[in-house]
């Protein structure tokens, strides 16, 4: 039976088969339900008016009554902008126009009684609301004059508290909506209508998807009042209990399905025993050891090592800020998979890490007739056909590649030890692909340069295990990071050019981000040119997403190899590259970065003996978040202090740091940084209905499996582990 809630959204009215191709190519919205499930990112509350005298610069979207006293036009030509002077009984506000001031013109009245709706902003000491919306209030047009007293005293209302009659009384849902939405009339606006005439369609309640003595344990509202109220609320405390109910239901989803996970994977697979550390571990740390290990390096190893006696299968996150020396703990590690006759394969996230990776390795390899091979995508033909001979035979020891190293033909003839390298490029669904690869589920190793702080990692990835190296190899000198607004840029061309002629080579990186792409490359394109004008006795490389993956790689090698001395690029180098010899970031438009890409920035430098520098060239106007978040960056170099900050800072919605931590699902609602306490309480109902119901056969958790069955369906990642 086709429940109402998978009815294809083409046949709600409204929609039509053109929209619903827009909503399902914008949105991926296909059926009721996900409409539904599709939140508002923020409610504007205009279940209140606020008296002029009442607000200031640092509020968020008020409601204002009053009239329009007189009109005025400041500056001329393009910079021309219309201010009403805009009054109720108790103050002036100036409402500002900017764009369309002949249509504000020819359409406010002064003597007028408006309901203006807008966020008020401080400029020049005096507050006010550009751009505002307007809404006449018919049949209410006493003079403003008659309200005011005699002498031209505002008169201030008896009680300020007593909020005044607002027309529309609530809350209004705002919902993200692209471009694409917006022209055939899928705003925000839009959005909320479908909404609303779709839960007025549903005539029965939305069925419950949490079992009732949860929903009392938990205090929770049903899922059909939180769904109605967190479209439309009815009041602040209902959008609250709402939100709680949908976020606790969110969080519980997936704390059960890693729990009940972790309790198969250990149920089922037995993990292959190394039982001892040999002659190629000895030798390799006897004769080839670089340099001593550092206490955090040793510690993990150790941990490793336990895991890899314990007859389990390890399944380890390993996290070391920028430059700590996992390599080299990969690598170490990988030789007691050889001493054990086991092969190791290393995962990286793009050709030109592996190729690194595999340099490396070789490098300190040296004289220890261990085969280590490469495999990616430009490995073709005879030579692939070679390598994937010499791999089922058991004749390469460790196979260093990119997803080349999943496709199914890719075999080994006993994969032991499998290291993730930048995990948050890889989902579970490709770990669970390379278990494939051996009758007994090799070990794994995830490592990451992007931290999160430990007991939120634990409760995230709850199937896997953590090591920290929190610790930098000594003797690194740490970056020095400065702020510069960019019409400063003589300054830095003149320390740019210093340590060019020192030797040193500079990158230059510019923000991506997709809604805006077509900008920002033309942005990188100016950039590089004016570049290759400020420093035309120098060689400049650019690089950028778009390149194919060949044309990418051959800029970077250039760059590594001095050839050029300067690098123009997008985010793509983000990840990993090691050129000892750059000792300059230089981050344009750096408030458009997030905290955690930033740092990921500037770990690229610093990584040779010189002194190095990052620049964090910024607009001089910048929002209270971005100072905030630069500030953060010149203040520490410390990946863990600041990956804490960001989870601060972080505002609900935003989901950067899931996207980067890797996470296997998205949350649509609730936010690991603000709602801690709820994903605990989530975590602990999941453990508990995991522990009391081995077989699932609890009639009263019926309810928990069959939406558990639902969800995976829907999120390819979730059902990949099993
Ligand atoms: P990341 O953790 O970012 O992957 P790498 O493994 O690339 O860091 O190591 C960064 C640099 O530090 C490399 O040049 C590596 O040779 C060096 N390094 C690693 N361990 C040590 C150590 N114990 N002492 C000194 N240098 C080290
Ligand atoms: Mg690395």
């Given at each position: 039976?086709?429940?109402?809630?998978?009815?294809?959204?083409k046949y709600?009215?409204?929609?039509?088969?053109?929209?619903?191709e827009v909503?399902?190519k914008?949105?991926?919205?296909?059926?009721?339900?996900?409409?539904?499930?599709y939140?508002?990112?923020?409610y504007?509350?205009?279940?209140?008016?606020y008296?002029?005298?009442?607000?200031n610069?640092?509020?968020?979207?008020v409601?204002l009554?009053?009239q329009?006293?007189?009109?005025?036009?400041?500056?001329t030509g393009?910079?021309?902008?219309?201010?009403?002077?805009?009054?109720?009984r108790t103050g002036?506000?100036?409402?500002?126009?900017?764009?369309?001031?002949?249509?504000?013109?020819?359409?406010?009245?002064?003597?007028?009684?408006?309901?203006?709706?807008g966020?008020?902003?401080?400029?020049n000491?005096?507050?006010?609301?550009?751009?505002?919306?307007i809404d006449?209030?018919?049949g209410?047009?006493?003079?403003?004059?008659d309200?005011?007293?005699?002498?031209?005293?505002?008169?201030?209302?008896?009680?300020?508290?007593?909020?005044?009659?607002s027309?529309?009384?609530?809350?209004?849902?705002?919902?993200?909506?692209?471009?694409?939405?917006?022209?055939?009339?899928?705003?925000?606006?839009?959005?909320?209508k479908?909404t609303e005439?779709?839960?007025?369609?549903?005539?029965?309640?939305l069925e419950?998807?949490?079992?009732p003595?949860?929903?009392?344990?938990?205090?929770?509202?049903?899922?059909?009042?939180?769904?109605r109220?967190?479209?439309?609320?009815e009041?602040?405390?209902?959008?609250e209990?709402?939100q709680?109910?949908?976020?606790?239901?969110?969080?519980?989803?997936?704390?059960?399905?890693?729990l009940?996970?972790?309790?198969?994977?250990?149920?089922k697979?037995?993990?292959?025993?190394?039982?001892?550390?040999g002659?190629?571990?000895?030798?390799?740390?006897?004769?080839?050891?670089?340099?001593?290990?550092?206490?955090?390096?040793?510690?993990?190893?150790?941990?490793?090592r336990?895991?890899?006696r314990?007859?389990?299968?390890?399944?380890?996150?390993?996290?070391?800020?920028?430059?700590?020396?996992?390599?080299l703990?990969a690598?170490?590690?990988?030789?007691i998979?050889?001493?054990?006759?086991?092969?190791?394969?290393?995962?990286?996230p793009?050709?030109?890490?592996?190729?690194?990776?595999?340099?490396?390795?070789?490098?300190?390899?040296h004289?220890?007739?261990?085969r280590?091979?490469?495999?990616?995508?430009?490995?073709?033909?005879?030579?692939?056909?070679?390598?994937?001979?010499d791999?089922?035979?058991?004749?390469?020891?460790?196979?260093?590649g990119?997803?080349?190293?999943?496709?199914?033909?890719?075999?080994?003839?006993?994969?032991?030890f499998?290291?993730?390298?930048?995990?948050?490029?890889f989902?579970?669904?490709?770990?669970?692909?390379?278990?494939?690869k051996?009758?007994?589920?090799?070990?794994?190793?995830v490592?990451?340069?992007?931290?999160?702080?430990?007991?939120?990692?634990?409760t995230?990835?709850?199937?896997?295990?953590?090591?920290?190296?929190?610790?930098?190899?000594?003797?690194?000198?740490?970056?020095?990071?400065?702020?510069?607004y960019?019409n400063?840029?003589d300054?830095?061309?003149?320390?740019?050019?210093?340590?060019?002629?020192?030797?040193?080579?500079?990158?230059?990186?510019?923000?991506?981000?997709?809604?805006?792409?077509?900008?920002?490359?033309?942005?990188?394109?100016?950039?590089?040119?004016?570049?290759?004008?400020?420093f035309?006795?120098?060689?400049?490389?650019?690089?950028?997403?778009?390149?194919?993956?060949?044309?990418?790689?051959?800029?970077?090698?250039?760059f590594?190899?001095?050839?050029?001395?300067?690098?123009?690029?997008?985010?793509?180098?983000?990840?990993?590259?090691?050129?000892?010899?750059?000792?300059v970031?230089?981050?344009?438009?750096?408030?458009?970065?997030?905290?955690?890409?930033?740092?990921?920035?500037?770990?690229?430098?610093?990584?040779?003996?010189?002194?190095?520098?990052?620049?964090?060239?910024?607009?001089?106007?910048?929002?209270d978040?971005?100072?905030?978040?630069?500030?953060?960056?010149?203040?520490?170099?410390?990946g863990?202090e600041?990956?804490e900050?960001?989870?601060?800072?972080?505002?609900?919605?935003?989901?950067?740091?899931t996207?980067?931590?890797?996470?296997?699902?998205?949350?649509?609602?609730?936010?690991?940084a603000?709602?801690?306490?709820?994903?605990?309480?989530?975590r602990?109902?999941?453990?508990?209905?995991?522990?009391?119901d081995?077989?699932?056969?609890n009639?009263?958790?019926?309810?928990?499996?069959?939406?558990l069955?639902?969800?995976?369906?829907?999120?390819?990642?979730w059902?990949?582990?099993?």
């Amino acid at each position: 039976m086709l429940k109402q809630l998978d009815q294809d959204i083409k046949y709600l009215k409204g929609v039509g088969p053109v929209r619903a191709e827009v909503l399902k190519k914008e949105l991926g919205i296909v059926t009721f339900r996900d409409l539904l499930y599709y939140y508002p990112y923020k409610y504007v509350d205009r279940s209140r008016i606020y008296y002029i005298c009442e607000i200031n610069g640092s509020m968020p979207y008020v409601q204002l009554k009053g009239q329009i006293l007189s009109f005025e036009t400041v500056g001329t030509g393009r910079k021309t902008r219309l201010v009403a002077h805009f009054a109720d009984r108790t103050g002036v506000v100036d409402l500002v126009w900017f764009q369309g001031v002949k249509y504000a013109q020819k359409n406010y009245q002064c003597r007028t009684t408006y309901i203006v709706f807008g966020k008020p902003t401080v400029f020049n000491g005096r507050v006010q609301i550009a751009h505002p919306d307007i809404d006449k209030v018919e049949g209410d047009n006493t003079p403003l004059e008659d309200m005011i007293s005699f002498d031209g005293d505002m008169m201030v209302p008896y009680n300020l508290s007593s909020a005044q009659d607002s027309p529309y009384g609530k809350f209004v849902p705002c919902y993200n909506t692209t471009e694409k939405m917006k022209n055939c009339g899928l705003n925000s606006d839009g959005m909320a209508k479908l909404t609303e005439k779709m839960l007025q369609l549903l005539r029965e309640p939305l069925e419950e998807t949490l079992p009732p003595y949860i929903l009392a344990r938990n205090y929770l509202i049903s899922l059909d009042d939180a769904m109605r109220n967190v479209h439309f609320p009815e009041s602040p405390q209902m959008l609250e209990r709402a939100q709680q109910r949908l976020k606790f239901e969110e969080l519980f989803y997936v704390q059960v399905n890693i729990l009940r996970y972790a309790r198969d994977r250990i149920r089922k697979f037995r993990g292959i025993m190394f039982n001892k550390v040999g002659e190629v571990f000895h030798t390799f740390y006897r004769q080839n050891l670089p340099f001593p290990l550092t206490g955090a390096q040793k510690r993990v190893i150790k941990e490793i090592r336990e895991d890899m006696r314990s007859g389990r299968q390890m399944n380890r996150l390993l996290q070391g800020d920028v430059g700590s020396g996992k390599t080299l703990v990969a690598l170490l590690c990988s030789l007691i998979a050889v001493d054990n006759g086991y092969q190791t394969c290393i995962m990286a996230p793009t050709e030109i890490l592996a190729e690194q990776h595999l340099e490396t390795i070789r490098g300190m390899l040296h004289g220890m007739n261990l085969r280590v091979e490469l495999l990616t995508g430009i490995v073709k033909g005879k030579k692939r056909e070679a390598l994937l001979a010499d791999l089922v035979t058991g004749q390469i020891h460790i196979l260093i590649g990119t997803h080349a190293v999943i496709e199914d033909n890719v075999l080994f003839s006993r994969l032991g030890f499998v290291i993730i390298d930048e995990q948050h490029r890889f989902g579970v669904a490709q770990r669970a692909k390379l278990w494939q690869k051996n009758t007994v589920p090799p070990h794994v190793l995830v490592m990451t340069a992007t931290p999160i702080p430990r007991t939120l990692a634990m409760t995230l990835y709850g199937d896997l295990d953590v090591s920290v190296i929190d610790e930098l190899p000594p003797g690194r000198k740490p970056v020095e990071t400065v702020h510069q607004y960019e019409n400063r840029r003589d300054n830095l061309n003149t320390f740019i050019h210093q340590q060019l002629r020192k030797g040193r080579q500079i990158y230059i990186v510019y923000p991506l981000i997709e809604e805006s792409e077509k900008i920002d490359l033309k942005n990188l394109e100016d950039g590089y040119e004016q570049v290759c004008r400020d420093f035309s006795q120098y060689k400049v490389g650019k690089v950028h997403g778009r390149l194919k993956p060949a044309e990418k790689d051959e800029v970077m090698q250039r760059f590594a190899s001095g050839e050029t001395q300067i690098l123009v690029a997008t985010t793509v180098i983000e990840v990993g590259v090691n050129v000892p010899n750059a000792s300059v970031m230089v981050i344009e438009n750096a408030e458009r970065f997030g905290l955690s890409q930033l740092h990921q920035l500037r770990g690229r430098v610093g990584r040779g003996a010189e002194q190095s520098y990052c620049v964090l060239v910024t607009k001089f106007k910048m929002s209270d978040e971005s100072r905030k978040r630069i500030k953060i960056m010149v203040d520490s170099n410390d990946g863990f202090e600041i990956a804490e900050m960001d989870l601060k800072l972080r505002g609900p919605g935003d989901l950067e740091g899931t996207q980067q931590s890797g996470m296997a699902f998205d949350l649509k609602i609730a936010n690991i940084a603000r709602d801690g306490q709820l994903l605990m309480k989530a975590r602990e109902e999941a453990q508990k209905v995991i522990d009391s119901d081995e077989d699932e056969s609890n009639p009263a958790n019926e309810i928990i499996w069959r939406r558990l069955r639902e969800l995976r369906k829907s999120n390819i990642n979730w059902g990949a582990i099993s």
